[in-house]
């Protein structure tokens, strides 16, 4: 981690993400608190048809603003994106109808959808040595898991002290310290994409992912992925305290199992991924996700002490599987472009993932509805198997081409 934030440009782009993560954290609490301000018992239909929308945003958004920026300069890109996300987060707390906040969260999570794929896709000229990007990946994993954890505790704490309107100002300084150390951080000296049509800049990093075979196989990995996920972030809630009837603090004792094994991955990761290839990390990731849903078909279908004793490792293994696919991803999406396409390249993996989550999540939450958690947990983990198998097959057969690209040397 030391030599790693040894580098100027690198360090600054880190703290811009934490920053901005923790300041997103602390407007997810403001947002359900807001929402049920505003729609009380409806509060869930609201969070939910914002979750959606930001799905929605994500999905299409990403590769749109990829086109339409494709001649701006990456930093002005993401300051841009950051001094959006303030203002709209400014906007939040005076908004009185429903319809109020659905606008602002289109507008939010465009933004967000245009500075998360350019931020990615940024990192890997900053730190164009293999060995020291893939320990980047690792500490953004690590990053986004310990958001999770944090922000929410954080949010409490605050809240003892402020009404929840004082959490969008912490939001809003996150985003303008975000924007601060992107402004003050030195890029490295790229040339712009030549011109082209709006279509052609459109569908350049789809066109990509389809002549490549690795990007053929994330996007059956991505699937996989969602699908544990999904009955993770879904299901939790209901397993805890509407079939087991534990009290709300064992849901974030369960959701921080699934986040330790991301994590814990994520430390060990970047010493194997130097003995061991991509694919075959990954491939053991997705196949793991099935192995955790089964196993979870099998918790889930009791209420007794036992199943919750046993749901701990389950979790963590699940997160633990997520985190094998994941972090490694972004080195095939590297690989994959040149560095004016990687901005589109990874515009697309981000619409392309959450296209999977937009499929998988109402999935898990409609069928634990009609068939059961158990059953749902075992259909999810047949949709990953067959995920997992296409990935395989994809890359299969690839021969001498299989092996493991050696590390760019700088």
């Known amino acids: 981690m030391r030599e790693l934030l040894s580098n100027r440009a690198f360090r600054h782009l880190f703290g811009a993400q934490v920053v901005a993560l923790v300041g997103t954290g602390l407007l997810t609490v403001a947002l359900g608190l807001l929402a049920f301000d505003l729609a009380g018992g409806d509060a869930g239909i609201v969070l939910g048809t914002a979750l959606t929308i930001k799905m929605i ?7 749109v603003m990829a086109a339409v920026t494709s001649r701006w300069s990456r930093k002005r890109v993401l300051i841009s994106a950051d001094l959006i996300r303030a203002t709209i987060a400014l906007g939040l707390p005076f908004v009185g109808e429903v319809w109020q906040v659905y606008l602002l969260i289109i507008v939010l999570q465009a933004a967000s959808a245009t500075f ?7 990192i890997p000229d900053v730190l164009p040595d293999e060995r020291r990007y893939t320990r980047a990946l690792s500490l953004s994993r690590l990053a986004y898991d310990l958001e999770a954890l944090a922000s929410p505790v954080l949010a409490a704490v605050l ?6 309107n004082s959490l969008f100002v912490g939001t809003v300084v996150g985003f303008l310290i975000s924007a601060t150390l992107v402004a003050a951080t030195r890029f490295p000296s790229v ?8 279509l052609a800049r459109l569908t350049s990093g789809i066109r990509v992912f389809w002549r490549t075979r690795d990007l053929r196989a994330l996007l059956a990995l991505n ?5 544990g996920t999904a009955m993770v972030i879904v299901n939790s809630v209901v397993f805890v305290q509407a079939q087991l009837g534990r009290p709300q603090s064992d849901l974030a004792v369960l959701l921080a199992c699934s986040g330790a094994g991301s994590m814990l991955v994520a430390l060990g990761l970047p010493r194997v991924l130097e003995r061991v290839s991509d694919r075959s990390v990954m491939l053991t990731g ?6 955790g849903l089964l196993a979870a078909a099998g918790t889930l279908s009791t209420s007794s002490e ?10 963590g293994l699940l997160g633990a599987a997520t985190s094998l696919v994941l972090t490694p991803s972004s080195r095939l999406l590297r690989r994959a472009a040149t560095s004016d396409e990687r901005p589109a390249v990874f515009a697309a993996q981000f619409s392309l993932s959450h296209a999977c989550y937009i499929l998988c999540y109402p999935a898990a939450g409609l069928l634990g509805a009609w068939l059961g958690l158990a059953p749902t947990a075992a259909v999810l983990g047949g949709l990953s198997l ?3 198998v296409i990935a395989a097959l994809t890359w299969a057969g690839r021969g001498a081409h299989d092996r493991r690209p050696e590390p760019v040397q700088v």
């Open 57 to 63: 945003a994500y999905v299409v958004v990403s590769p």
């Open 116 to 122: 998360t794929p350019t931020f990615q896709a940024v």
């Open 159 to 164: 809240l003892t002290v402020v009404t929840y």
């Open 191 to 198: 040339a712009l994409a030549a011109p082209s049509p709006f």
């Open 223 to 227: 699937l996989a992925v969602a699908a």
């Open 286 to 291: 997705a196949a793991l996700v099935p192995v």
């Open 306 to 315: 036992l199943g919750w004793m046993l749901s701990l490792p389950v979790w």
């Open 386 to 388: 067959v995920a997992t």
